[in-house]
């Protein structure tokens, strides 16, 4: 297989395989969390568990003073490497028109001068998590392979992306090449790691907030 | 020369290079008595020694090989292909010492260009093969279909066995343009012929490739320079192209680049940003993944270049091009519809959660009425 022929696979028949295994996991799972269910509560509601649980969605952004001081390398570079990541990934105009043809709408593009800048933070960001992951006594325990695993398929489009983006070391088709499949590669295994905190963040936070509505209790 | 010398590294060695006084029969020569003056033909030796980025030092040197070099006996052979690569060398607007050089090969036997037919025009090429067995470059456009060796066929001779026959004897091959090169566009999908490139099938003999489609004349004759100034054939990139000419992409040349790098794209043909010659980006340019030299050497005797005409680059001097998913998609959009295959995962995702949620919801119930609770007096027991 020649890197044309990598490339037009990655860009065609490896993108719907991806894709499929993406969408259904993904759906598959909020489903079965949402069929759960939950018992009845017999104890007389005190709060409203919708208000506190939208408040909690947005409140859990700031991080309680206790929690920034005991993991404040986590949580800085956690919000660099995400902001840095989400500017790269939807403002960059070749990212953009992606979107354009999956959904059919677009939004203007920024210089490929700050989605680089951009992507650097968030490399850098991406490498201080792994290093604190990797040096600090209790994360060190706390680690398993699949953090490490969802680690490194998240720092793979970044890298791949950065070198494709800059042209470095091999042809653009086959740098291209490389970037398109540790995206797939990103997709296939989404579903079934701890990536899915991108969907379940939210749930999850609405749903601490309910509890504490229904008791009466701050969350 | 005789037959057992002329490879050397899979390369032939230098063409009878005597030095001094210029020998009979030579390029020098026929380049004079068609009016090339000194100075032009100094100025093409200085433009090719740039092009292929080898030190000023080797001016004097391609000039008396050049000079010096005996034509060349030049056997092409078009397969599956539409004669554009021909149109392409030959279409020059002005007569220019490319071109000029390229007259003075001795053309044995070309089939578009040469006045004999039949019979007489096949013997030519068997003369000439015969004659120049071991020394002759030939060059090759066209695909060549292994389906079925009916697909194409000159003088009843499939396309195979022809350039099984003429590969032989050949110095070294040149492929001329993307059919003869990758299979282009007989090669597209489905490819009926089951068309393949030279490459697929001479594995013996030294093969440069010049693609696209179709290629860019002065690279023929900056290949063949290089081929009469030193006996050997030019860098190779991954692909087989001359890095002289194919060592840079589109993209990288592009006069449009700092657009790209700023975000300013045309979204149509005809909007503001096509007006102000902004990146094509956005309307399908393949630049960024191809690599040619149309955008430093140009075309049209050097006017200028598709991108310059405000049309994307199609990517032609790459493998595959025909099938990268449709001339005007963006480099970045997929090739299939995806948001339909998106959306049929996405239903049967919903269908199969809702059933797997009830399996689970009958699993409690069941286990539920099933459930037997422990009383005190079965504790007592």
Redesign the interface.
Known sequence: M?E??I??WA???G??IA??IF??????????I????RKANLAEAKGSEMSSGLKTMITRTVPDKTTFKRSSVTIVAGYVFHIGMFISFFFF???I??F?????ISWP?????VIDACAVISIIALLAVLVNRLTNKVMRFLTNFEDLLTWFLTFLPLITGYFAFH?IGF???SL?AAHLLSVELLLVVFPFTKLMHTFTLFLARWYNGAISGYRGVES | MTKDKNLKNGAPEQVNLEKGTPVKGTLGEALRSQGVSRRSFMKFCATTASMMALPPAMIPTIARALENARRPSVIWLSFQECTGCTESLTRAHTSTVESLIFDSISLDYHHTLQAAAGHGAEEAREVAMEENYGNYLLVVDGSIPLDNPGYSTIAGISNLDMLNEAAKGAAAIIAVGTCATYGGIPHANPNPTGAVSVKDIIKDKPIINVPGCPPIPVVITGVLAHFLTFGSLPELD??GRPKAFYGQ?I??RCYRRPF????Q?AETFDDEGAKKGWCL??LGCKG??T?NACATTKWNNGTSFPIESGHPCIGCS????W???GFY????????D??Q??AY??A???A???A???M??SKKNTSNKIHVKTTLEDLKK
């Open positions: 020649s044309i022929e490339l037009s860009r065609g028949p993108l719907q894709t499929v969408v259904a996991g993904v759906v598959i799972r909020i489903f079965e949402l069929l759960l269910g105009a070749p990212h028109l992606f354009k043809d999956l959904i059919g593009s920024l210089p490929g001068a042209r042809t653009a088709p291209l | 991954h692909i992409s993209h990288d790209y790098d700023k975000g794209f980006f956005k960024p993944t690599y790459e493998p595959d091009f099938d990268g998913g998609k963006a480099l970045s959009m997929p090739t299939v995806l948001s295959t998106a995962a996405a049967g995702a919903a199969a959660g809702v797997i949620g009830l689970n919801r």
